[in-house]
């Protein structure tokens, strides 16, 4: 913070402001909004203690944790926080703010004021919600609780060594609200968003627009640094002619040529091209009325609105305490924003179980009354929806929803199995492979026919060999020159058929390959009858063999065409 040199600003209220901002940035509560914090109150349990109840270190950092983890789940993966650095940043701060006594515990009203007033969201908001915790159940603001409120709202500024300039003194809360009536909403926002703002103050307003300026540009110079298209407050000198400087210049006090400080000047949040400016003026000169009317604060329901009775939809039911803190019964507080807790002890009565039901039930409760009484106002033939049938038509809505959903997600996959299908087809590695195996199906079916026909072969040469054998031994014994297998009269199978190689273990093919030779070549070498029989056998074996050898051939040729295949 000392490298910022807020402390050469002249101004103590933007002084304040640009250092809490500063803080709050840094802590990066500006990510977190006013009802995230009012939810993380009620996550913890602190809507149910006392605003005078005390909280240790531990409880006060469990909180905080919170606080950040729930900020992560709403943010990008890329945008989230470290919840470790900044829950030891935001500890230590309020700690340096709020840690007055050596007991290590803080007060629970304390730590809303520090938070709800340091983060995010519109000042109307807050300021309502510190109207809740400081009002009584009739909605009127205590004077007390509204005093407490100020000593602990200005130890901000003195969190950054700014308490001389806004220090906290017990005639406050009467200097701010004079008289003894009873104040309401209406009157405490009244008050409280003025222009100007109460003295005590002013800087809390000043906090919200520096926050809301830090990304307006404006398109001009400034007359005193020479910057152009500067961001943040613009200030433009009612005396001297086209004077404009940036927020550093004048909040520093840094003139140039004939303009000083003690010119008056005129704070500019947006900008406007000279074009826009003139008929702006024109159209401000035309009006009969100048506007002049105050900012356009919303009224509020002064009295609080009265618990709706839910006991025909739940049933009380009692919850354990939240976080380990301990089970406390405080009073009823309906103007309260964070007051929708529920029972906290099983042994009270039925009323007070009835009047602290679950948050939800009473949060759809409600927003069903609302719509019901808007559509009770447009039409008065329309009946309003009551509490149960709002919430029957909510689970069905919820039920039709979640089946569309399942249908949508049933559509996605199967558009995404067809894109991948046809995302496959077109790829050209996978339909070279497609080819390449038809082909060796081609190849392989081919080889399978040359084998059958080759079997088919073999077969009419082993019928041939057969019937040979039976002729042979149905004739008597006759000289060489009479045998069948002589050589004026060779038989057709042995002139058509191919010869047949068969294997030849231990080299001696050509005394295995005599008898067939003989059967082939004719009857110059032609044996006697017996030995004519014995020839004819040896060959009948062989074509066997040769048979057998064949279809062993044919049988891995199919098993290896088989494996590659499915290798493929």
């Known amino acids: 913070m000392r490298c910022q040199n807020f402390d050469l600003i002249r101004f103590a209220s933007y002084r304040t402001a ?4 500063f803080v709050q940035k840094k802590l990066n509560l500006n990510l977190v909004d006013i009802w995230n914090v009012i939810e993380a109150f009620r996550e913890n349990g602190l809507n149910t203690l006392e605003p005078n109840a005390e909280l240790n270190v531990a409880r006060l950092e469990t909180l905080v944790s919170s606080l950040y983890h729930n900020l992560n789940k709403r943010l990008p993966l890329q945008q989230q ?7 030891s940043l935001l500890l230590n701060w309020l700690l340096s703010a709020y840690y007055f006594d050596s007991l290590g515990k803080i007060r629970v009203f304390s730590i809303k004021v520090a938070l709800a007033t340091m983060c995010a969201g519109k000042l109307m908001d807050k300021l309502r919600y510190m109207f809740s915790q400081v009002c009584d159940s009739n909605g009127y603001m205590v004077a007390g609780k509204f005093s407490q409120y100020l000593k602990q709202v200005l130890a901000l500024p003195a969190a950054v060594y700014e308490s001389p300039s806004f220090p906290y003194r017990e005639e406050l809360a009467s200097e701010i609200f004079a008289g003894n009536g009873k104040v309401t909403v209406n009157d405490f926002m009244d008050t409280m968003m003025s222009d100007p703002a109460p003295a005590c103050l002013v800087w809390l307003p000043l906090l919200h627009r520096l926050a809301s300026v830090e990304s307006v540009v404006h398109a001009t110079v400034c007359d005193a640094c020479h910057r152009e298209n500067y961001t943040g407050f613009r200030y433009r000198c009612a005396k001297c002619h086209s004077f404009q400087m940036c927020q550093d210049c004048f909040w520093r006090g840094r003139v140039a040529s004939t303009h000083t400080i003690e010119h008056d000047v005129k704070e500019y949040t947006t900008y406007k091209s000279p074009s826009k400016q003139i008929g702006h003026s024109l159209r401000k000169s035309f009006r009969c009325v100048p506007d002049k009317g105050k900012a356009n604060i919303p009224r509020f329901p002064e009295h609080p609105e009265k618990p709706l009775n839910l006991s025909h939809i739940v ?16 009073s009823y507080d309906m103007g309260s924003l964070d007051s929708r807790s529920t029972a906290r002890s099983p042994g009270k009565c039925v009323v007070q179980a009835m009047m602290r039901l679950d948050d939800e039930h009473k949060l759809i409760a409600r927003y069903a009354a609302r719509l019901a009484q808007e559509a009770h106002q447009h039409s008065t033939d329309i009946v309003p929806l009551t509490g149960l049938d709002t919430s029957r038509a909510q689970r069905e809505l919820i039920t039709q929803l979640e089946a569309k959903n399942r249908e949508i997600m049933r559509e996605i996959a199967r558009l995404r199995r067809e894109q991948e299908v046809v995302g496959n087809d077109d790829n050209p590695a996978l339909m070279s492979e497609l080819r390449a195996l038809r082909q060796r199906k081609d190849e392989l079916e081919s ?9 088919r072969h073999l077969m009419l040469q082993l019928e041939g060999l057969m019937k040979l054998l039976k002729n042979h031994q149905a004739s008597p014994r006759s000289t060489p020159n009479s045998s069948p297998r002589s050589s004026k009269s060779p038989p057709p199978s042995s002139r058509s058929a191919p010869p047949t190689p068969t294997p030849n ?3 001696h093919g050509g005394a295995n390959n005599g008898p067939l030779q003989q059967a082939q070549g004719g009857g110059v070498m032609s044996p006697p009858g017996l030995g004519g029989g014995r020839s004819l056998c040896n060959d009948l074996l062989e074509a066997a063999d040769s048979v057998t050898n064949a279809m062993s051939s044919l049988v891995r040729e199919l098993n290896s065409g088989k494996g590659n295949s499915d290798t493929r």
């Open 81 to 87: 926080v470290n919840v470790e650095a900044d829950s």
């Open 18 to 21: 640009c250092k809490l901002r």
């Open 315 to 330: 049933p009380p039911s009692p919850l354990p305490s939240h976080n380990g803190f301990p089970d406390y019964t405080p």
């Open 505 to 507: 273990p231990g080299g």
């Open 447 to 455: 080889h399978l026919t040359s084998l059958q026909d080759s079997r």
